[in-house]
């Protein structure tokens, strides 16, 4: 998880462990055979950067390694990156030919902004990354409403949907499942048709104060 970082005190405040591009690579030459020779279906998911601009490096890395056939599955966080630097890697991904997540991501802040903030990371994220997968930081947080769809009180044991638990449902109650993404020209929007081509949803985000 977010290996190439150096914020992971041994003390724990957070999950994680530092790994340089060549120990990880060191260590999937070590982990590949044995995950092999198991026989188990499991694959190496790699490598998690919360930069999409490491990403790319590790990627690039791999693949002079020789070791891109080793992974199943390569994954990104977005916490830090902009819509070139996804795009760059996206088209890296596609050129390898690897199944790709978006594998979590969250934006902070405060009250109104910072949800208007993660509706338009998960546009840029769907537009540019081209991913299989967008997925949250997580789902239940005590005490927050940014870093969660759902707040709890873990002692009497309530939950409660707050803002971006429905911004997320400005894109999921109207692009449904079996629709595909095509391209629009407004950075602010995403566009998805049906799979017999009769419908076209447009969803888009409005953070100007007008209606």
């Known amino acids: 998880n977010e290996p190439v970082t150096d914020y992971w005190p041994c003390s724990g405040s957070q999950e994680g462990c530092h790994f340089s591009v ?3 690579i060191e260590f999937i030459k070590v982990l590949h055979p044995i995950l092999k020779e198991s026989g188990l279906k499991t694959v190496i998911s790699a490598s998690d950067e919360t930069s999409v601009a490491q990403s790319t490096i590790d ?3 791999y693949v002079d390694a020789g070791i891109i056939d080793m992974i199943g599955q390569w994954n990104t966080h977005t916490y830090q990156g902009n819509a070139e ?6 088209q890296l991904v596609d050129s390898i030919g690897i199944h790709f997540w978006q594998s979590e991501t969250g934006s902070g802040g405060q009250g109104i902004h910072g949800n208007l903030c993660m509706a338009q990371r998960l546009i840029e994220d769907v537009r540019c990354l081209k991913a299989a997968a967008w997925v949250d930081w997580q789902y239940v947080e005590q005490g927050s409403d940014q870093w969660s769809l759902v707040t709890c009180d873990s002692e009497w044991k309530e939950y409660f949907r707050h803002r971006n638990y429905y911004v997320r449902c400005h894109f999921s109650r109207f692009i449904p499942a079996g629709y595909t993404f095509v391209d629009c020209s407004d950075p602010n929007s995403l566009a998805a048709i049906s799979a017999d081509g009769k419908k076209l949803v447009y969803v888009t985000l409005n953070t100007a104060s007008e209606a």
């Open 85 to 90: 630097e996804k795009k760059e890697l996206a």
């Open 59 to 61: 990627l690039r890395a």
């Open 22 to 24: 060549p120990a990880q």
